[in-house]
């Protein structure tokens, strides 16, 4: 059996989003930004798309700026936030310390460039408090950036408390929802959202498209230069067909939430008790406020490289974490900030799960971990060590 549950990575692509990427590039080949009719037909494709996905947030159509996706999305907003906050003496930005990395380093680059930046901790749950933000806040306070919903522990934040403390201080709020986007209920108006990313492939839609949502009135930053495109805040001609077929995914993905969210939670609760069962292992982030397909789980003694490899070769794609950093050896940076010891942190799993898969493909999991991770935990001296008293047990 081959299960793929690696849907915080990506997801694959939606009939419908791949019927409107092929039909707009067979009957909309015109450049949205020429006045000839091909071109004026593309640019209500354009607009259509526009007003699809502003209807889904609780948005306005010109609040939404078609980007390539979540990354560059992140970096517009808190750039643009920073500025605008400079401009009037303001250079403190708040955001937490288990961001995606398109945040934390832009924070980074703007912390070299004067800005002060605040990494509120996250509690062991995976969760920040609404509290925990009001007291970060000061009088030079520009912007706060909170993700959604956590990229590898899932964790969902409390997204409207924030919101309402950012806007009963001045301060600007943009946040991450490329994992939460038509997973989570998003109404950026009444969550006092200003600014907000998202990205398509993370909702069976096409690679290489995404949304910054920015509130009437907040002067956005141009990051790429040269033509008046998405009014004049993203030059280069729109990539039409990843576009439409974004907007196509996003409305079937929130028509159809409720239900999706259903069966996938299901899914969820029963592989996660099933993991669970496995000795010295722990579920990372919480179990309740978290997204309905998440499950990251770290094994004590085992190494995640090792384990995803063995867990490939009987067919289950999975993940030790952001699909960003899968090259990197370092473990991962949101389990050390909810706590978790390097040397468990490194045997963390995770797997994310969609509508499209089935309860074997759980039962089938549930049946295979266990024997992989006692192969490993076999072969490794840590874990003997562990096993003989000479080390104590952390989980």
Request: glycine share 8%; aromatic share 4%.
């Amino acid at each position: 059996m081959k299960v793929y549950a690696d849907n915080a990575a990506t997801t694959k692509i939606s009939p419908a989003a791949l019927r409107a990427v092929i039909s707009t590039y067979e009957n909309y080949s015109g450049n949205p930004s020429s006045l000839h009719t091909s071109g004026q037909l593309a640019a209500e494709q354009l607009l259509t798309a526009r007003q699809k996905i502003a209807a889904r947030l609780g948005a306005e159509a010109k609040e939404i700026y078609f980007t390539s996706g979540g990354s560059e999305s992140d970096n517009q907003a808190i750039i643009s936030a920073a500025l605008l906050g400079a401009k009037r003496g303001k250079k403190h930005i708040v955001s937490t310390a288990f961001e995606h990395h398109a945040v934390l380093h832009t924070l980074q680059k703007l912390e070299k460039d004067g800005f002060e930046i605040t990494l509120l901790d996250v509690h062991e749950n995976g969760l920040v408090t609404p509290e925990q933000v009001a007291n970060a806040i000061t009088g030079d306070t520009c912007l706060v950036t909170i993700m959604f919903a956590n990229n590898e522990i899932g964790t969902i934040q409390p997204i409207t408390e924030i919101g309402e403390i950012c806007s009963s201080r001045g301060v600007l709020f943009h946040t991450d929802a490329v994992q939460a986007a038509a997973h989570v209920d998003i109404d950026v108006k009444k969550m006092h959202i200003d600014m907000l990313s998202l990205s398509a492939h993370k909702f069976h839609g096409p690679k290489g498209a995404g949304v910054l949502y920015c509130r009437q009135g907040i002067a956005l930053q141009s990051l790429i230069e040269g033509g008046a495109q998405e009014r004049a805040k993203r030059a280069g001609t729109e990539n039409l067909p990843a576009i439409v077929g974004m907007a196509a995914a996003f409305d079937e993905e929130c028509a159809n939430m409720r239900q999706n969210n259903e069966k996938v939670a299901a899914m969820r609760n029963r592989l996660i008790d099933g993991l669970c069962e496995i000795p010295h292992s722990a579920l990372n982030g919480d179990r309740q406020s978290r997204l309905s397909g998440n499950v990251n789980i770290c094994f004590e003694g085992i190494e995640g490289e090792s384990l995803l490899l063995l867990l490939d070769s009987k067919g289950i794609e999975a993940s030790s974490g952001s699909a960003c950093t899968s090259g990197s050896l370092d473990p991962s940076h949101v389990l050390l900030a909810i706590g978790r010891p390097h040397e468990v942190a490194h045997g963390s799993l995770r797997l994310t799960l969609s509508a499209e898969n089935t309860p074997a493909e759980i039962e089938y999991i549930i049946k295979t971990v266990p024997g992989v991770v006692n192969y490993l935990r076999n072969m490794s001296p840590m874990w003997e060590k562990l096993e003989k008293g000479e080390m104590q047990h952390v989980i």
